[in-house]
């Protein structure tokens, strides 16, 4: 099964829109930069924010550098993700390993930059694989369906 | 009850506007954070928090609600 990604050519990027469901809240639909550099895997707490999802109320993980300023995670535990398969339909995957990126607007000269990360381990923990074919203009995630 | 679909592809409609109009945006927003819904910006702000408190003091409902650092031209943000 194919979970197509969005591959932007002007920011050169790639991105996909997922709802995100934390435990006992409503989904919302959050908008992913996939990134195979990056280890995390994590909401930005705007997004969680409107759930009412604080990192004040997690627990702490660690702490990433992202473009030379320090973002803390926190542990947002097993949320169920939905994504959009080729046909359309919802296809989802539960992740136990999410974190929320606490957004540190209070940081001089910090520029929050209000991104969501799909990182390596999702792909990792998942058994999905990433094709992107920049001739035909196409990129998905691939699973065998049983995530 | 609520659509996930429905979510998904209104955040993809903002996704897209943001995508499509990058260029644009640049122009008139440049280091700032825009609000996006229903494809269009309804709100920016240099501070993330100020633009936090305008859609908070708007009233907006921020389930679909795209936000995005608008970085001026000829810099682009790593992560």
Do not use: C
Not at chain 1, 98 to 111: D, L, P
Not at chain 2, 4 to 17: G, H
Not at chain 2, 31 to 38: F, L, R, S, T
């Amino acid at each position: 099964m194919q979970l197509p990604l969005v591959l932007d050519k002007e920011k050169i990027r790639l991105t996909v829109v997922a709802s995100v469901n934390f435990s006992g809240r409503v989904p919302i639909p959050v908008s992913f930069i996939v990134d195979t550099g990056s280890p995390s895997t994590f909401v930005d707490e705007f997004n969680s924010a409107k759930v009412r999802v604080f990192t004040k109320n997690l627990t702490f993980d660690h702490d990433s550098l992202m473009g030379g300023t320090k973002v803390a995670m926190y542990k947002a535990g097993e949320v169920v993700m939905k994504f959009k398969n080729e046909a359309g339909d919802l296809f989802e995957i539960k992740y136990n390993d999410m974190k929320v990126a606490n957004t540190g607007w209070t940081r001089r000269e910090a520029i929050y930059s209000s991104v969501s990360i799909l990182g390596l381990d999702f792909f990792l923990k998942n058994k999905l694989s990433l094709h992107i074919d920049t001739v035909k203009d196409i990129a998905y995630i691939e699973t065998d369906g049983s995530a | 009850m609520i659509n996930e679909l429905q979510l998904i592809t209104s955040m993809e409609k903002n996704d897209t506007f943001a995508r499509k109009r990058y260029t644009e945006l640049q122009k008139r927003y440049a280091n700032e954070y825009v609000a996006i819904d229903n494809g269009r910006v309804i709100a920016h702000n240099k501070s993330m928090k100020a633009l936090s408190d305008i859609l908070s003091s708007k009233g907006v409902e921020l389930t679909t609600v795209l936000v995005q650092f608008i970085p001026k031209r000829g810099v682009e943000i790593l992560f």
